[in-house]
């Protein structure tokens, strides 16, 4: 079968197209023929090198897909032949992949299968980000940093789907606003020009937001920790940005503000049940219609490069698909 493989850390240019062999389910395992892996910033990460604990070269990325069960392994319940979206532990930029069987998940109603990869990852850290670890509750305002990306325009659409919230998005072009703001965005702020935290004030009658969601890291991060409101939380899933950020402690004290950290790998090895919590009610939502996968750019196995250099330089919006 074709893969990408990454022989070293690097530029795009590391990433290889090589032929590879099936691989076979184990107990507790399903293989799964993609349709599409999805692409996250955790990918980038990993191959610049950059990621805490990430794999040493050479190896296939990719940790979400979707795609057919063509073989399932010992001791699992999952029929060959269904169609089901999966978080993974690497490997997904292939023509198949392996799956835990506890991280396998169904397909919504009337969702194509390519477009259910934007699911495992990104619709899950952002339930969980709002909901199982943020604390959401109606009447209350939420500021979505990068809300044109790919965990951004899930947030925005999960957000504003519940009662009397407020939701404000962050983004570097027009284009990007006017796309957090068809989701669902009641105010939108531009980041490159705009003083975040005055917004912010102004936005909130000088109240502040109660929830924020960055995974921008740096600058964003320390807006985002000026602008909370007294007992607001910033739950933090990622640096995209590559700038770390650090808060003392008496600050937080002092301001009763809380920072929350969160990574799916770790709360599904850890807390799974806490993590699945949020399926259901996005199955609600994705049956509804009141959220859906915006898929940005399509590109095939071959060209993941490309898609690498597009979600890197932040010349993408939503969900970036690989293709098999």
């Known amino acids: 079968m074709r893969a990408i493989r990454v022989q ?15 691989p076979i389910p184990g107990e507790g395992e399903v293989c799964i023929e993609v349709a599409a892996a999805g692409l996250n910033f955790a990918d980038i990460e990993k191959r610049r090198g950059r990621y805490p ?40 930029y292939a023509e198949q992949v392996l799956a835990p069987e506890e991280t396998v998940f169904e397909i919504p109603d009337g969702m194509s299968t390519p477009v259910a990869a934007g699911i495992p990852v990104q619709f899950l850290t952002a339930h969980n980000a709002l909901i199982e670890w943020g604390g959401l509750e109606a009447g209350e305002t939420v500021l979505v940093n990068a809300a044109a ?25 027009a284009e990007k606003r ?19 935290v005055s917004r912010l004030a102004t936005i909130t009658d000088e109240e502040g937001v109660d929830l924020v969601l960055d995974g921008v890291g740096g ?63 996005l199955n609600s939502l994705f049956n509804s219609g009141e959220v859906s996968v915006h898929v940005g750019d399509r590109y095939s196995l071959s060209d993941a490069g490309s898609a690498h250099k597009a979600l890197q330089t932040r010349e993408s919006t939503g969900k970036l698909l690989l293709i098999p």
């Open 219 to 281: 600058k964003a991060f320390y807006e985002a920790l000026d602008g909370l409101a007294p007992a607001g939380r910033v739950v933090s899933y990622g640096m995209a940005s590559g700038d770390i950020p650090s808060v003392s402690l008496p600050r937080l004290l002092f301001e009763n503000k809380s920072v929350l950290g969160y990574h799916l790998g770790h709360a599904l090895r850890t807390q799974p049940d806490r993590v699945k919590a949020g399926i259901p009610k």
């Open 149 to 173: 990306g790919g965990v951004g325009t899930a947030a925005v659409q999960i957000a504003s789907s519940h009662p009397d919230v407020t939701v404000v998005g962050t983004a570097s072009t």
């Open 178 to 196: 006017e796309l957090a703001a068809s989701l669902g965005a009641d105010a939108t702020i531009d980041y490159t020009e705009a003083d975040v």
């Open 53 to 92: 604990d990430g794999p040493d070269p050479p190896y296939t990325p990719g940790i979400e897909v979707s795609g057919r069960v063509v073989e399932a392994g010992p001791e699992t319940s999952i029929e060959t032949g269904e169609t089901v979206a999966a978080f993974v532990d690497g490997g997904g």
């Open 8 to 22: 070293d850390h690097g530029s795009p240019d590391v990433l290889e197209l090589v032929e590879t062999e099936e």
